[in-house]
């Protein structure tokens, strides 16, 4: 076997190459689909097979592989997958930091010899990089084949060499960028725009198939550049104001706290234009409304003082009977010091509004409307519509803490800060006190300072007075929830 090879290769160096075209070799991504198939990431590696296309009994390849890039992006290995049973590689590197190129040298031949039927359209090779942490964000990484050539077999024996007609592959490089907590379009200032921006976006995060993305290290709301490695779409890592992974209804609210701020550092926009608009924004809305019209109100109970607040709404549950056709404000925050709009999205029957005070001397903390869900029957319905269901309610103290608001729909009474519910936290462990007996089982709930649940626990009827609770948490403030069907209690609480 070995002499065959070895005369192989003396054939193939006697042959004349001719060109055909429409054969090519194409970089085939594998550590991602096609969907985030133009980007890499930095920290990440990624791989592509080298893919002979419509080149029929193949039996060798030979190229060099140029790309750029090479203070970032280093060569990590290869791999053989497919290209017969016993394929022959050479493979080695060359680099010109000069003229930015590092050269990855390759050749493969299958094993088989010239008599042999070769390969249609192999895997010729697979190749590994990775990206370092420092690469520039949104920078070119381009791979250039140079001398591409394909050996073919042929029935008589005598082999055929290609030159193939390759494309340049350029990927984008994702890094790492400063986030501004509220400046969600990234236009350098904070305004009711960046709202929008985030109700478009929400939802997305850690959750959205065939998208990743990435916490902020020690994220705060604080007005101040935070790095954060950017998400596979560029543009929505700047609607996460939290930096916790995902767009929600908290980050909305970040855009009241930094209400007006600006940092006046050169902003680099980002190229990404594949983003669908998926929702329609409303600002400031003014809904046409019918004499069947149904207006169903969204209260909130007392609570401690906000800025801003924000609902999302499911009305996959009012039937086919009504369409919700807008929301209008409630008596919360008067109209010409605050700020009101909503989105619908249909796609996935959801809805969100957010509403806030555009001045942060200007707080609320008592019971009220927050807005009226508007409802339009199709045609001549007796049938009365099912309220859409709030799934998330959330407020943002002057300080930037996000906490869950009371909805006292469906029960007796909420109450904020209860004299005859408090809790103080010491040694990793809950003190809860109440005043009163729990008159059913319930639950205890605690957020942290960015409005996420962290913990629950269910307590029975009988519980009264003094009760400890073991739950370790890290020094900061939290905000606790003491739920029932028939009432709602909170308060505040620091962790030492």
Request: glycine share 8%.
């Amino acid at each position: 076997m070995k002499t065959e090879i070895k005369i192989s290769i003396l054939i193939i160096s006697f042959l004349l190459p001719s060109i055909i075209f429409g054969q090519t070799f194409k970089l085939e991504r594998t550590d991602v689909d096609s969907t985030r198939s133009s980007f890499v990431t930095a920290t990440y590696n990624f791989g592509f097979d080298v893919i002979a296309e419509d080149i029929e009994n193949c039996n060798g390849a030979a190229f060099e592989l140029h790309f750029n890039q090479t203070d970032y992006v280093k060569f990590n290995g290869y791999d053989l997958r497919g290209f017969g049973e016993d394929p022959i590689p050479i493979v080695f590197t060359e680099e010109d930091p000069a003229n930015d190129i590092s050269k990855i040298h390759v050749g493969v031949l299958s094993g088989e010899t010239l008599e042999e039927n070769g390969f249609d359209n192999p895997n010729i090779i697979h190749l590994e990089f990775t990206v370092a942490q420092s690469a520039p964000n949104e920078d070119d990484l381009t791979f250039t084949f140079v001398n591409p050539q394909a050996v073919v077999s042929s029935d008589s024996g005598v082999g055929e060499v290609l030159d193939i007609e390759t494309e340049p592959v350029t990927y984008q490089i994702h890094s790492f960028i400063d986030v501004w907590p509220g400046d969600a379009d990234n236009n350098d200032s904070v305004n009711t725009k960046d709202i929008s921006q985030i109700l478009l976006f929400l939802g997305m995060g850690s959750n959205t198939k065939f998208m990743r993305s990435f916490k902020r290290p020690n994220a705060s709301t604080l007005w101040t550049g935070q790095r954060v490695l950017g998400w596979d779409s560029l543009t929505v890592t700047y609607a996460d104001c939290d930096g916790n992974g995902d767009v929600t209804m908290s980050d909305a609210l970040v855009v009241y706290l930094n209400y007006g701020k600006a940092h006046g550092i050169p902003i680099i926009p980002v190229s990404e234009g594949n983003i669908t608009e998926n929702a329609d924004i409303i600002y400031e809305p003014v809904v046409e409304k019918t004499e069947n019209t149904v207006s169903i109100p969204v209260q909130v109970g007392e609570t401690t003082s906000y800025i801003a607040a924000g609902a999302v709404f499911d009305y996959s549950l009012i039937g086919n009977n009504y369409n919700l056709i807008g929301f209008e404000r409630g008596d919360i925050f008067n109209p010409g010091e605050s700020y009101f709009t909503y989105n619908i999205n249909p796609a996935n029957k959801t809805a969100s509004i957010a509403f806030g005070s555009l001045d942060k001397n200007i707080t609320n903390n008592s019971a009220g409307i927050i807005a009226y869900a508007l409802l339009e029957p199709n045609g001549t319905t007796s049938s009365k519509p099912a309220s859409p269901i709030i799934t998330e309610l959330k407020g943002i103290n002057r300080s930037g803490m996000v906490f869950p608001l009371i909805g006292i729909t469906g029960v007796d009474k909420s109450s904020a800060n209860s004299k005859d519910f408090t809790i103080t936290h010491l040694d990793e462990n809950i003190h809860l006190s109440l005043t009163n007996d729990l008159p059913e089982t319930s639950e205890l709930e605690i957020f942290d300072y960015t409005g996420n649940k962290i913990r629950n626990f269910y307590l029975q009827p009988e519980l009264s007075g003094n009760t400890t609770i073991y739950c370790p948490l890290p020094s900061g403030v939290y905000f606790a929830i003491l739920r029932s069907s028939r009432e709602i209690k909170s308060c505040q609480f620091i962790s030492n």
